[in-house]
Nanobody, 118 residues
Framework: QVQLVESGGGLVQAGGSLRLSCAVSGRTFSTYAMNWFRQVPGKERDFVAAISGSGGSTSYAASVKGRFTISRDNAKKTVYLQMNSLKPEDTAVYYC???????????WGQGTQVTVSS
């Protein structure tokens, strides 16, 4: 079992940037694919980005492709989400999630609020 703690959220103006971090405890971090999701009140939690255990493969939701970059540092057991050219519609609570080798989500972080003002 792993535990996840997100940080880096905040308030930013449209067009600005933020970098979210997700620190992971546990000895098998590199075996987990890591995902970022986001959720606004009253809506489902939506996929944002994913990265493989080695970091060699990434994928993005169409709405963030070209603006967001997911990365990971396995030595630091941390996954990042660099968010550039932020838009008001990016406002949400952002969650990181760890997927085990079978594809199941093993753990969620507590979430970090990102607010983009127009």
């Amino acid at each position: 079992q792993v535990q996840l703690v997100e940080s880096g959220g905040g308030l930013v103006q449209a067009g600005g940037s933020l970098r979210l971090s997700c620190a992971v405890s546990g000895r098998t971090f590199s075996t987990y694919a890591m995902n970022w999701f986001r959720q606004v009140p009253g809506k489902e939690r939506d996929f944002v980005a994913a990265i493989s255990g080695s970091g060699g493969s990434t994928s993005y939701a169409a709405s963030v492709k070209g603006r967001f970059t997911i990365s990971r540092d396995n030595a630091k057991k941390t996954v990042y989400l660099q968010m550039n050219s932020l838009k008001p519609e990016d406002t949400a609570v952002y969650y990181c999630a760890a997927r085990d080798p079978g594809g199941a989500i093993d753990a969620w972080g507590q979430g970090t609020q990102v607010t983009v003002s127009s």
